[in-house]
Nanobody
């Protein structure tokens, strides 16, 4: 089992940047695929960026070229660098983990961190 704690959210003006961090507990972090998801008020949760155990990445079309996901297995941490933020990026951002080879779903979730982008 893994526990996830996000940090780095806040209020930023349009065009600004934020970096989210997600610290994971446990000794098998490298065995988990990781993802950042977000949910805006009145909308469904959506996947923003995913990173495999090997470092391969996937992004939602809406954030390609602006967001970068990365992981540091030595620090048990996954990051989301968000540049050129827009008001539509306003949401609660969640970190999630999927135990590769054991589960096909993201079974572990953090508590979320609020990102608000003002126009």
């Amino acid at each position: 089992q893994v526990q996830l704690v996000e940090s780095g959210g806040g209020l930023v003006q349009a065009g600004g940047s934020l970096r989210l961090s997600c610290a994971a507990s446990g000794r098998t972090f490298s065995s988990y695929a990781m993802g950042w998801f977000r949910q805006a008020p009145g909308k469904q949760r959506e996947a923003v960026a995913l990173i495999s155990t090997g470092g391969s990445t996937n992004y939602a079309d809406s954030v390609k070229g602006r967001f970068t996901i990365s992981r540091d297995n030595a620090k048990n941490t996954v990051y989301l660098q968000m540049n050129s933020l827009q008001p539509d990026d306003t949401a609660v951002y969640y970190c999630a983990a999927k135990w590769v080879g054991v589960s096909s779903r993201y079974d572990y979730w953090g508590q979320g961190t609020q990102v608000t982008v003002s126009s």
